[in-house]
């Protein structure tokens, strides 16, 4: 019989939101019905701040209950992931990537360069604040935290406190408010974080019927991209603590198709960053990424906490 696969779930709009939209994707590619089953987190059940739990918690619920087979898989935003790989368990696919970008909502339809002096921007990522003091745009950068449609609401909500937020994209598409996107920001201005926009869809390792249906949904290049980013922020955990960024963007080349890595290292206060790049085939994605990580170390990222840490 097709029993209905038990999909594990945040209770969060945006872990609803995706979650669902794999559910209906796996069952329009496969005929699997799919029932979505809700695990409540350490992280939402504690109001401490997400610098101090750590992204881990919110992926560690789901991993427990994957293990002990209360879920048969789950739906991460990938860059919430830990870099390391968890043992007993296997990403089986990932799907094709919303937009990596991050996207700027600002009251009365501004971009960021047409924020006044002084105005209030908020965001909660060290990299986003530092990329925002490395812009130099004389911005009031005011950390915030909270689920993305708490922190639109802190620019056009009835009690709006700022001007502006800065956000991942594919959060706010996902949660069907692309239109109020004011700005989606260049990667010159604003390099996203790795593996931003992509989800990694996770089930045992030893789920071999499991592993091939999941397969699917798998999107090569999406998996190459996130691959390199990731590899990059692997090798640098090692040897920097300074914020990451990087966007891998694939491309025809002459010889087929190429992969092309940008990395940068910022320092928190955003006075100084190191910002490299580097192009393969994307077969040798993870290569790349840990190749230009040796490039930004050697060119000092290592150097690059600042005194606001
Ligand atoms: N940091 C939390 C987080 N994790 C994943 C997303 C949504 C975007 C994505 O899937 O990369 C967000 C919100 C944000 O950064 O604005």
Redesign the pocket.
Known sequence: MNAPLRLGTRGSA?ALAQSQQVADSLTAATGRPVELVRIVTAGDRSNAPVAQLG?GVFVSALREALIANEIDFAVH????LPTLPHPGLHIAAVPLR?D?RDALVARDGLTLTELPAGSAIGT??VRRIAQLHALGLQLQVTPIRGN?DSRIARVLGPEADLDAVV??R??VVRLGRAAEITETLDPMLMLP?P?????AIECRADDADLVELLAALDHAPSRAAVTAERAMLATLEAGCSAPVAAHAELAEGEEGDEIYLRGAVISPDGARAVRLSRTGTPADAAEIGKALAADLLDAGADTLMGSTE
């Open positions: 945006l992204v935003s990938y860059k919430d919303e990596p909660g990522a993305v956000l991942a594919a959060g974080a593996a931003q926009g992509a989800l």
